[in-house]
Antibody, heavy 124, light 108 residues
Framework: EVQLEESGGGVVRPGGSLRLSCAAS????????MSWVRQAPGKGLEWVSG????????GYADSVKGRFTISRDGAKNSLYLQMHSLRVDDTALYFC?????????????????WGKGTTVTVSS | ETVLTQSPGILSLSPGERATLSCRAS???????LAWYQQKPGQAPWLLIY???SRATGIPDRFSGSGSGTDFTLTISRLEPEDFAVYYC?????????FGQGTRLEIK
């Protein structure tokens, strides 16, 4: 079964850091681009970042550029999001999502598999 | 970035009726790189349509997508009780990826 499982969320003070992880299983991780999408409480979806199959191409939303870094480890079948300088408006449920295989080369594509999400709360 | 505007914000219909959801882009979406997702409360989004009109695996044929350029439509031909949810469009033709603000489809 294809699965994505996020972890690493929690409560952090403004200005703090957090690292999210996404464990992939049931498919060949190295064949797919991946992404992070967030959803603030009661709000819509916001793409945060994406990475292509080999990590050679990454993309970020303007709202997180320079503060967040996406990366992947094929040996561990894992996707990561390192978040620094966190702000109150980064509070959200963070989803890990897989790009369809036809977009393996891209850091921006459509998502065919989603995890359940991990919650990040930035509060003083 | 490409701004996507969905309308209406809320659509109230009854089971068996036809639903028409609109997604308008602030600039042309390259190669019809537009997808639609369904999201139910407490769940992750679910891919319905990609490439503006191609149904994802396992999606019933009552769901159809159409459009090109800046105007796109998701149509649900005959609403089933499980179709009442929030629907989002997403463009992936250019970075950054953007989503519409969503259309809530509610039972009338």
């Amino acid at each position: 079964e294809v699965q994505l499982e996020e972890s690493g969320g929690g409560v952090v003070r403004p200005g703090g850091s957090l690292r999210l992880s996404c464990a992939a299983s049931g498919f060949n991780f190295d064949d797919y681009g991946m992404s992070w999408v967030r959803q603030a409480p009661g709000k819509g979806l916001e793409w945060v970042s994406g990475i292509n199959w080999n990590g050679g191409s990454t993309g970020y939303a303007d709202s997180v550029k320079g503060r967040f870094t996406i990366s992947r480890d094929g040996a561990k079948n894992s996707l990561y999001l390192q978040m620094h300088s966190l702000r109150v408006d980064d509070t959200a449920l963070y989803f890990c999502a897989r790009y369809d295989r036809s977009g393996f080369y891209s850091n921006h594509y459509y998502m065919d598999v989603w995890g359940k999400g991990t919650t990040v709360t930035v509060s003083s | 970035e490409t701004v996507l505007t969905q309308s209406p914000g809320i659509l109230s219909l009854s089971p068996g009726e036809r639903a028409t959801l609109s997604c308008r882009a602030s600039q042309s979406v390259g190669s019809s790189s537009l997808a639609w997702y369904q999201q139910k409360p407490g769940q992750a989004p679910w891919l319905l349509i990609y490439g503006a009109s191609s149904r994802a695996t396992g999606i019933p044929d009552r769901f159809s997508g159409s459009g090109s350029g800046t105007d796109f439509t998701l149509t649900i031909s005959r609403l089933e009780p499980e179709d009442f949810a929030v629907y989002y469009c997403q463009q992936y033709g250019s970075s950054p990826i953007t989503f519409g603000q969503g259309t809530r489809l509610e039972i009338k």
